[in-house]
T-cell receptor, first 108, second 116 residues
Framework: DAKTTQPTSMDCAEGRAANLPCNHS???????VYWYRQIHSQGPQYIIH???NNETNEMASLIITEDRKSSTLILPHATLRDTAVYYC?????????FGAGTRLTVKP | GAVVSQHPSWVICKSGTSVKIECRSL??????MFWYRQFPKQSLMLMAT?????????EQGVEKDKFLINHASLTLSTLTVTSAHPEDSSFYIC????????????FGPGTRLTVT
């Protein structure tokens, strides 16, 4: 599975959009981009995934660049409850391997 | 959505004893289950992958005789930490993948193990 690079931490003001970047320059053609988040002392929560096209669901939007070497997770209106560690994972196999993630802190 | 539960949510045991953690898929059949370990302020580390009815596949560096995994049914996998020591204290998380070739994985809430 391809390696991902994410910023260690980010802050976001409550009510504003949170844009979390992820680099995956070695991604291969059949690898999906997944995003999970983990709120303190809980199991990871699925957010969204995509292959080539941009995706949107009730939680977030996923923007994947045309060359697929990077992506951005967008939380359109961040709330305090969105404070968590966000993991970008690229995979094709069955197992999910986590990197260090980005610690997002939403501030009032 | 699919729900995965873990029991217990937290456990304290004495050094040298064994402790069993259960992982259940509540509303779907899980052909594959995964066990992760997470130390404070660190990311999740995959320990092993288990398929129903067969032996688990352990990641490099994970002692299979210490971390016994049983996946006897399509809804239950267990992780037994044998002869636990304080360094085994960690947050243990399971996840499950459904049948039918789905790539989706659903995570349990985790079990906090403290070995005294």
């Amino acid at each position: 599975d391809a390696k991902t690079t994410q910023p260690t931490s980010m802050d976001c003001a409550e009510g504003r959009a949170a844009n979390l970047p992820c680099n995956h320059s070695t991604i291969s053609g059949n690898e999906y981009v997944y995003w999970y988040r983990q709120i303190h002392s809980q199991g990871p929560q699925y957010i969204i995934h995509g292959l080539k096209n941009n995706e949107t669901n009730e939680m977030a939007s996923l923007i994947i660049t045309e060359d697929r070497k990077s992506s951005t997770l967008i939380l359109p209106h961040a709330t305090l409850r969105d404070t968590a560690v966000y993991y970008c994972i690229v995979r094709v196999a069955w197992d999910m391997r986590f990197g260090a993630g980005t610690r997002l802190t939403v501030k009032p | 959505g699919a729900v995965v539960s873990q029991h217990p949510s937290w456990v304290i045991c004495k050094s040298g004893t064994s402790v069993k953690i259960e992982c259940r898929s509540l509303d779907f059949q899980a052909t594959t289950m995964f066990w992760y370990r997470q130390f404070p302020k660190q990311s999740l580390m995959l320990m092993a992958t288990s398929n129903e009815g067969s032996k688990a596949t352990y990641e490099q560096g994970v002692e299979k005789d210490k971390f016994l995994i049983n996946h006897a049914s399509l809804t239950l996998s267990t992780l037994t930490v044998t002869s636990a020591h304080p360094e085994d204290s960690s947050f243990y998380i399971c996840s499950a993948r459904g049948a039918g070739g789905s790539y989706e994985q659903y995570f349990g809430p985790g079990t906090r193990l403290t070995v005294t």
